[in-house]
């Protein structure tokens, strides 16, 4: 069953290749979504697809190099859409 989940990264996110990262972990995934800078300083993440799969990304993303400038994620579940196609860098 498709699962679709918002996650919002603060800390040292953004000049540190965060998106990059992301988006390559997500692409060897079967998911689809992007990833964003915010305005604020954080980095967003909009994912849809299994919900295994999406633990994959997140696991990947918390124990990878990133994981040391991350401060706080928020997560949020919401409703798949089936609107997004690929996984784009925004």
């Known amino acids: ?13 953004q000049g540190v290749g965060f998106r990059a990262t992301v988006a390559r972990f997500a ?32 696991q990947r993303v918390g124990t990878s190099h990133l994981a040391s400038g991350i401060e706080s994620v928020d997560v949020h579940w919401e409703e798949p859409g089936g609107d997004l196609r690929g996984f784009v860098i925004a």
């Open 1 to 13: 069953m498709k699962k679709r989940l918002r996650v919002v990264y603060s800390g040292r996110v």
């Open 27 to 58: 692409r060897s995934l079967p998911l689809d979504g992007l990833v964003w800078n915010r305005p604020d300083g954080r980095v967003e993440l909009l994912v849809e697809g299994d919900e295994e799969a999406i633990a994959r990304l997140l």
